[in-house]
Every structure is written in C-alpha cells, then in structure tokens.
C-alpha cells in the first residue's frame, strides 16, 4: 500500500475513534443528562451511544493495530501498539464487561445503589484513560498510528 494512502488511512481511523469518544462522552451524553428530566431516558440513550464508540473503536483499533505492525516490522512493540493495545483492552472491558454490569443493576432498579456508582465510576475512569491515550496518539509527532 501506498504508505501516504496508508497514513492517510491511518489518521482518518485515529480522527474517527477518539472524535467519536471526545464528541460523545464529552459533549452529547452531558448534553443529554442536562436537557431530559427522564433521567433513565437519557441513561438509555447515552448507553446505546456509548454501544456504538465501542464498537467504533475496537474496528479503529484493529485496523490501526495492523496498519502499525505492517509499518514497523522491526519494532512490532513500538509504543503506538502498546497505547492502541490498552485502549483496545479498555474498550472491550467496558463494552463487555462493565456496561453488561451497568445495564443488569439498571433492569434490577437500583440505579440509585453503591454498585451501581462504583460500576458507573469504573466505566467513566476507563473512558477517561482511553481519551487520554487516544489524545497522546494524536498529538504525538509520529506519522503513523
């Protein structure tokens, strides 16, 4: 592949995933909690776009992931792979295990309870970490993702 294709590839993967969390996290599910008086609604909604950032990120991930590895094939472990790794990591623990955690104590109808914040604390802690990372990848000088 043409490696100023492949770049561009690269960037516009990179844009997609960590615009989505930015846009997402940071601006419509707030937006959401603030406009709606139905609370559960708005949790709802926000849950579902949360669904959909990670299925976002863990295609963006992959992808990215190969693209580095046909890239640096000498230095397979750089640490763009290591970063994309743990925000991949992150992302399936979230979509997989955490929401799942989230969405079980909100059908039982304890949203108000102790599990219920730690659960939501955990996942908001790990979509910070992952907006972190994924804010070193695109401000770092490398070219490649």
Do not use: K
């Amino acid at each position: 592949m043409n490696s100023a294709r492949q770049l561009a590839g690269e960037r516009i993967l990179l844009t997609l995933w960590v615009g989505s969390l930015w846009a997402i996290g940071y601006i419509a599910v707030p937006a959401l909690f603030a406009s709606l008086e139905d609370r559960a609604l708005a949790g709802t909604l926000a849950g579902t776009m949360f669904e959909i950032v990670a299925y976002v990120g863990m295609v963006c991930a992959v992808l990215l992931l190969l693209s580095n590895q046909v890239r640096n094939p000498a230095r397979r472990l750089n640490w763009r792979a290591v970063v994309l790794l743990v925000m991949l990591l992150l992302v399936v623990a979230g979509q997989f295990v955490v929401a799942p955690m989230i969405a079980e104590i909100r059908l039982a109808g304890t949203s108000a309870s102790s599990a219920f914040a730690w659960w939501h604390g955990v996942a908001s802690f790990a979509y910070l970490i992952t907006s972190l990372l994924g804010f070193a990848l695109v401000v770092s000088a490398e070219t490649s993702a």
